[in-house]
Each structure stands twice: as C-alpha cells, then as structure tokens.
C-alpha cells in the first residue's frame, strides 16, 4: 500500500524494523530538547502529514523499550489519526516513571500501525441474540 507522506522534519521516514513488523517507529522533531518531569505530559512534534486512504487509520502507540526501560508512555493510547485529517502527527507523551526524562531531537518516541476499519450503521432492536457469554465481563470467566 503506498501512502502520501511530506516529511518536514530531518529524520528518515518511518519505516518497519523488521520483516513482520506491525509498526513503525515515529521519531520527534524538536529544536530544543524537551524535559519530562515525573507524571508531567507533553505533545511531541515528528514534523509528518499523512494522506491515508478512506478506510484505513493510522493508529499511535506505546514503544514497549521506552515503557519499561524509562516510564515512559503515549496518553491517549492507541491514538487515532483518521483519513481526513492532514495536519502534523503529534504524540501525547507522559512520564509515568519519578525521574526527569530528556526527550530529544530524533528519539523514537511511539509506533504507528496502519489498520483497516470499517464504518457502521446502527440498526436499532429491542433484543440481542442470547450467547454463553451473556453479560459476563471484567474477568467474569475466573482465568488467570
């Protein structure tokens, strides 16, 4: 699938890391580092503009590294970024750890999957169709 991209940041274009990769990492584009204070939350520029198909959406994630290894997560996650739009991709960035954290011009900050979705129209009844399941939610099964 080819998707329209301007890139006006100085970082190479995502890309995926390997052969059966699902994401690709978005790296910021800053001038100036940014400073994360401990639960402190920031947007996080990475200078692209995407033309995705209709039917397809550009989901931001968590890196699972910068999790663990610094705290670090996306907010909102995942982030969606639908096919109208065509402003800059930003990422939600919080600190969750309790140590200032340096963010810098480059860094891979988060993930981008792209994913079909589909559209629905709602069809309004009285009753669902009973299942085993029914209502059960929130760990009702009792598995670990």
Same mark, same amino acid.
């Given at each position: ?10 970082? /190479? $274009?995502?890309?995926? !890391? %390997? ?7 978005? @790296?910021?584009? $800053? *001038? ?27 989901? *931001?994630?968590? @890196? #699972? ?7 670090? %997560?996306?907010?909102? #996650? ?7 739009? @065509?402003? /800059?991709?930003? *990422?939600?960035?919080?600190?969750? #750890?309790? *140590?200032?954290?340096?963010? #810098?011009?480059? /860094? ?7 994913? !079909? ?10 009753? $669902?169709?009973? %299942?085993? @399941? &029914? /209502? &059960?939610?929130? &760990?009702? %099964? &009792?598995?670990?």
């Amino acid at each position: 699938m080819k998707i329209k991209v301007v890139n006006k940041s100085s970082n /190479e $274009l995502p890309e995926y !890391s %390997t052969q059966h990769a699902a994401g690709m990492d978005l @790296r910021a584009n $800053l *001038v100036d580092q940014i400073i994360l204070k401990p639960f402190e939350r920031k947007l996080i520029p990475t200078g692209l503009f995407i033309e995705l198909p209709v039917g397809y959406e550009a989901q *931001v994630r968590p @890196r #699972s590294g910068l999790a663990l290894k610094k705290g670090i %997560t996306v907010l909102n #996650s995942p982030g969606t970024i639908d096919a109208d739009y @065509r402003g /800059e991709i930003q *990422v939600i960035l919080i600190n969750l #750890s309790s *140590v200032e954290i340096i963010i #810098s011009h480059g /860094e891979r900050i988060a993930q981008m999957v792209i994913a !079909s979705h589909e559209q629905v129209d709602w069809e309004n009844v009285e009753i $669902l169709e009973e %299942t085993a @399941r &029914g /209502e &059960g939610g929130f &760990g009702h %099964t &009792g598995k670990h």
